[in-house]
T-cell receptor, first 114, second 115 residues
Framework: AQSVTQLGSHVSVSEGALVLLRCNYS??????LFWYVQYPNQGLQLLLK??????LVKGINGFEAEFKKSETSFHLTKPSAHMSDAAEFFC????????????FGTGTLLAVQP | NAGVMQNPRHLVRRRGQEARLRCSPMKGHSHVYWYRQLPEEGLKFMVYLQKENIIDESGMPKERFSAEFPKEGPSILRIQQVVRGDSAAYFCASSPIQGPQETQYFGPGTRLLVL
């Protein structure tokens, strides 16, 4: 069975500092991985996705993630945090069975301090 | 191109009442997924539908919950005889075709509160 694990339910950074949100996956087949962001009382918005085309994936709002098979990781980074980045971030893997449902991690709440 | 629409955005029900949650997928999307987000948890898959067909309902409780996606009109998630444990945010997502690499586009969610 496929799964993702997000280490750190809460991460706090200072404005301008590096953002690093961790995601590790478990999959018996090459995975398709996603990062979504959820702002308060809103739905999920896709940040980026890995579909095996390139290991370094660039997304919206300056975020990027690197797929590392040897580490079974897909960590999300941004060089310089903005106040507007404060949100909850979810890593997900696509179930490669018949339905391709998304299997989500438990989320990481990012706080950005001024 | 309008995004995924869900209504109502907020719904309050008393225990034992019925809740009906509606989802209109993006134009041209015939694949709909429903997820539930319990307080301080990630999203959990409930059901996957294509037009007029339930493809996978393995994440949906066997009792009181049902879903449909008729030929015309929105997808409906129906919860009968709600209990306090049903309080959650329910999200609908749609995609134009099926595939593990396909993006699912999410609606704003319906936040259900059961008193």
């Amino acid at each position: 069975a496929q799964s993702v694990t997000q280490l750190g339910s809460h991460v706090s950074v200072s404005e301008g500092a590096l953002v690093l949100l961790r995601c590790n996956y478990s999959s018996s087949v090459p995975p398709y991985l996603f990062w979504y962001v959820q702002y308060p009382n809103q739905g999920l918005q896709l940040l980026l996705k890995y579909t095996s085309a390139a290991t370094l994936v660039k997304g919206i709002n300056g975020f990027e993630a690197e797929f590392k098979k040897s580490e079974t990781s897909f960590h999300l980074t941004k060089p310089s945090a903005h106040m507007s980045d404060a949100a909850e971030f979810f890593c997900a893997v696509s179930d490669v069975g018949a339905t391709n449902k998304l299997i989500f991690g438990t989320g990481t709440l990012l706080a950005v301090q001024p | 191109n309008a995004g995924v629409m869900q209504n109502p955005r907020h719904l309050v029900r008393r225990r034992g009442q019925e809740a009906r949650l509606r989802c209109s997928p993006m134009k041209g999307h015939s694949h709909v997924y429903w997820y539930r987000q319990l307080p301080e948890e990630g999203l959990k898959f409930m059901v996957y539908l294509q037009k007029e067909n339930i493809i996978d309902e393995s994440g949906m409780p066997k009792e009181r919950f049902s879903a449909e996606f008729p030929k015309e009109g929105p997808s409906i998630l129906r919860i009968q005889q709600v209990v306090r444990g049903d309080s959650a945010a329910y999200f609908c997502a749609s995609s134009p075709i099926q595939g593990p690499q396909e993006t699912q586009y999410f609606g704003p969610g319906t936040r259900l509160l059961v008193l």
